[in-house]
């Protein structure tokens, strides 16, 4: 479904993205494990067509994407939802997921299904659809971006770092939430600092460091590896 | 219940608005005032439009005063040496304006934040020397002459006109904010990398609002050449730009009230101290920062968030009561 060859991205002077190659099959869920700093948001960036990479290309179901806008990329299937649970604040929650239908803004009926559909899988949205997203709590918020990304109907979700600041427990039901939507039959590629938790919600992993990927692997792989374990899951 | 309340309330407001020249046109000091309302709708049509790209699209123009220059003189050339109708003249003068907006927009729209603003400011420096140089165009000191028909040679009936424009103007861009593209534009200001991840193309966004904005500026601007009857080249002067800009600060910006309320608040005050001469614009400068330091929303923003707090407190009262 998605494939990346050799793919390079430099912002200003430095190389954030080196020689990225990775596969992803349909319906697959795939994690994306690294520090801070190693390159998982541009990469995200990246595929999302935020940043163009300056060698290497990226396919989508067999199409070349690596030289479309974010729009086209959109438009095809693939959705990103950005680290740091990034809302428009000042718009209500029920705009916040329209915006993410943008694209589908003449098919109107679906784009009513799919709303209803988000609010079946978060029932708080529906209950404070008018209210300003700023005003959201953390988890809630989190919640919002996901069903904004959704909004499109996409074929792959990119999720960067859903769990960065929630709460444990939040945490849990964002994961599930994650394997629902991926059972539901959305591709996913995961982007986590949270190994452990990534790891057991995904079929296959890598691991990237200074713009590179080091590792890749199954998840089962990947959890019993030692150099994971001591960097990611301090064991 | 609260919805019809709140649409009885502008119904009777406009009632209100459409009563004032009954009572002025009896003297000639309300004849006067009859004038300066006026003038002050036409300025609350052009600070709308640009509450549309700067409040709601968050792209600080500082090009508006340049496109009601455009606007009144593209009217006043249609009309007067062109022979055209008022009424077609000023829906072409508009799209002038607009296309021109367009034109405009393509490139500085690819920059960003205070870039844009100085772009534009640029372009309405330009535009002033132009009509200043441009004697064939602009008419040099002699400027262009406005002839109305006989029917609108009556201070009332220009005010109704401009009264109608400036409903009309409010009503069509609170269903631009109300709409998906509306929240577009909000979602650009709010943020814009996250706008063109979610699927919306910022560029195309920001030049639709631009565009939309310089036809309403252009309406403005030939609703003013009809008002004056005459035109001269400084009416293209970047001051103008900087004029809505602070009737737009002070009023409120991405509200639909608040560039009403600023700019005939405003234009009404200056006015009326006119004796003090130059030292009115002391004052300005004064209402301006102290709206700045203590409604940094302005006037119809800051009575919002007082109302909202308010309301928050009755209630909390009220649960303690209870």
Redesign the interface.
């Known amino acids: 479904m998605l494939e990346l060859n050799d793919v390079h991205c430099v912002i200003g002077k430095h190389a954030v993205i080196s020689g990225v190659s990775l596969q992803i099959g349909e319906g697959e869920l795939v994690c994306l494990l690294g520090a801070n700093g190693a390159g998982k948001s541009s990469l995200f960036k990246t595929i999302s067509g935020l940043i163009t990479p300056t060698q290497g290309t990226i396919e989508f179901e067999g199409r070349p994407i690596h030289k479309k806008n974010p729009e086209k990329i959109v438009k095809l299937g693939v959705s990103l939802c950005p680290e740091g649970r990034k809302l428009f604040p000042r718009l209500s929650i029920r705009k916040n997921l329209m915006m993410g239908a943008y694209t589908r803004y003449r098919e109107k009926s679906q784009t009513a299904k799919t709303l209803r559909e988000i609010y079946e899988l978060f029932p708080i949205l529906e209950e404070r659809a008018d209210q300003e997203a700023g005003t959201l709590s953390g988890g809630e918020q989190q919640m919002l971006a996901i069903g904004r990304s959704l909004m499109c109907k996409p074929r792959l979700l990119l999720l960067d770092e859903p769990s960065l600041g929630l709460a444990p427990l939040i945490v849990k039901k964002i994961m599930e939430t994650i394997e629902g939507i991926n059972r539901g039959g959305v591709t996913v590629l995961l982007s986590e600092q949270n190994a452990s938790m990534a790891l057991s919600i995904s079929s296959r992993g890598y691991v990237l460091e200074n713009g590179h990927i080091v590792l890749e692997g199954t998840a089962r792989e990947l959890a019993g590896n030692e150099e994971v374990k001591k960097a990611y899951i301090g064991a | 219940m609260k919805k019809y309340g709140k649409w009885a309330f502008y119904l009777l407001l406009i009632v209100i608005v459409a009563l004032i020249p009954l009572y002025l046109n009896r003297s000639k000091s309300g004849k006067y005032t009859i004038q300066v309302l006026t003038m002050a709708m036409i300025w609350a049509i052009a600070t709308l439009s640009l509450n549309l790209i700067l409040g709601y699209t968050g792209q600080a123009s500082l090009a508006h005063g340049a496109f009601l220059g455009i606007g009144a003189y593209a009217f006043g050339i249609f009309v007067e040496r062109v022979g055209i109708n008022i009424w077609p003249a000023l829906i072409l003068a508009s799209l002038i304006t607009a296309f021109l907006g367009m034109l405009v927009g393509l490139p500085s729209l690819r920059t960003k934040g205070p870039y844009f603003a100085i772009v534009t400011l640029c372009f309405n420096v330009i535009v002033f020397k132009v009509f200043e140089n441009w004697t064939w165009l602009s008419g040099g000191l002699r400027g262009q002459k406005v002839t109305m028909p006989s029917y609108l040679e009556a201070r009332w009936a220009r005010y109704y006109v401009v009264l109608g424009f400036l409903i009309l103007a409010i009503l069509i861009e609170r269903q631009i904010v109300k709409s998906?593209l509306g929240?577009?534009f909000?979602?650009i200001r709010?943020?814009e990398?996250?706008?063109?991840?979610?699927?919306?193309?910022s560029f195309r966004t920001k030049l639709l609002s631009f565009t939309v904005s310089c036809f309403m500026v252009g309406l403005a601007g030939g609703l003013f050449a009809m008002e004056k009857g005459s035109l001269d080249y400084t009416i293209t002067n970047y001051m103008y730009s900087f004029y809505l800009l602070i009737y737009l600060l002070i009023g409120g910006a991405a509200t639909l009230a608040g560039p009403v309320v600023g700019t005939v608040g405003l234009y009404f005050l200056l006015d009326k101290i006119k004796g003090i001469g130059e030292w009115r614009y002391f004052i300005f400068g004064l209402i301006l920062i102290v709206v700045i330091i203590y409604f940094p929303r302005g006037i119809v923003g800051g009575a919002k968030q007082f109302w909202e707090w308010a309301k928050k407190k009755y209630y909390r009262t009220g649960e303690v009561l209870e």
């Open positions: 998906l929240s577009s909000i979602a709010s943020n990398n996250l706008s063109e991840a979610v699927g919306i193309n």
